[in-house]
């Protein structure tokens, strides 16, 4: 699963990349984001698919607020939301 995968990466990056160094930018906040940005998105899934479509859109809405800016899915997450604001209730 992909937050697994953040999670070894996060594990796996170098002290400078984990704590910071002048000369290196840190990659720990897309990793967190990332992370977020997954487990936001899974919530507002399984929200959908019970049909309790209004916590869907607020999942949703969050992944876009975080995401928006760099991520290569965001047009994935407007869709999802799109579809649980259509979804009857």
Do not use: W
Request: proline share 4%.
């Amino acid at each position: 699963m992909a937050i697994d995968f953040l999670g070894e990466q996060e594990l796996l990056s170098s002290p400078e990349a984990k704590y910071g160094s002048s000369n290196e930018q840190s990659s720990i906040p897309f990793v967190i984001r990332s992370r977020e940005i997954l487990h936001r998105k899974d919530k507002g899934n399984k929200a959908f698919q019970y049909g309790r479509h209004e916590e869907a859109v607020k999942h949703y809405s969050a992944v876009v607020l975080i995401g928006v800016a760099s991520q290569p899915f965001t047009t994935i997450y407007f869709c999802n939301r799109a579809a649980a604001y259509q979804a009857p209730n």
